[in-house]
């Protein structure tokens, strides 16, 4: 079944503990992007990869890290969370071709107290 | 940078009415998409209209696109109360691979 997939669903942790989010998608896309969804803002990018070892940033990167070593894996890495980065994240892939739809992850809730 | 912007922001109907829903956005684009967010949950796409295209339907969904306006629309026929979710535009912005997202309408079906 092609798939974005997501780990952890849910976390809460602590104001400066390392925490990755990982995604992986099976559909060999090229095109992978990190979003947050805070109420009223809707979504917003945090960083996007076209391809292995090419990353850039979205609209609102401060505070994350992505690397992109392997064409399926898509790590978000918080290296010093802080509670303003409580928010709902998700992870999406598509070809790099604007008339193909990105595929979702379900998401990871995160809660930094 | 946000590209489409949806209205209304929130939309109540009753199960059966239509719904519909407006993006409006700011430069030339190749495609348009819609998508659906049940709460909580990843967006799930619904339909894609290309710059050439001026309707499209899918079953109970019907898009239009009027480039001269830079604005469209996605209704939602006979709605139903597992229509109830939200619903963004994403469009990309001169033909960038980047898809942009506005910030969704969120639609209450009441049975």
């Known amino acids: 079944e092609a798939q974005v997939t997501q780990n952890p669903r849910y976390l809460i942790t602590v104001t400066g503990k390392k925490l990755t989010v990982t995604c992986s998608q099976n559909?060999?896309?090229?095109?992978m992007s990190w979003y947050r969804q805070d109420p009223g803002l809707g979504l917003r990018q945090i960083y996007y990869s076209m391809n292995v070892e090419v990353t850039d940033k979205g609209d609102v990167p401060e505070g994350y890290k992505v690397s992109r070593k392997e064409k399926r894996n898509f790590p978000l890495i918080l290296e010093s969370p802080s509670p303003n980065q409580t928010s709902l994240y998700f992870c999406?892939?598509?070809?790099?071709?604007?008339?193909?739809?990105?595929?979702f992850g379900d998401g990871t809730r995160l809660s930094i107290l | 940078s946000q590209q489409g912007e949806e209205d209304p922001q929130a939309l109540s109907i009753q199960e059966g009415e239509n719904a519909t829903m407006n993006c409006s956005y700011k430069?030339?684009?190749?495609?348009l998409q819609w998508y659906r967010q049940n709460s909580g949950r990843g967006l799930v796409h619904l339909i894609l209209?290309?710059?050439?295209?001026r309707e499209k339907h899918s079953g109970r969904l019907r898009v239009t696109l009027d480039t001269s306006k830079k604005s469209s629309s996605l209704l939602i026929t006979a709605s139903r109360a597992a229509d109830t979710a939200s619903y963004f535009c994403a469009t990309d912005a001169g033909g960038s691979y980047i898809p942009t997202f506005g910030r969704g309408t969120s639609l209450i079906v009441h049975p």
């Open positions: 430069t030339s684009i190749n495609n």
């Open positions: 559909m060999n896309h090229e095109y």
């Open positions: 999406a892939s598509s070809p790099l071709r604007t008339d193909q739809p990105q595929h």
């Open positions: 209209i290309r710059s050439n295209e």
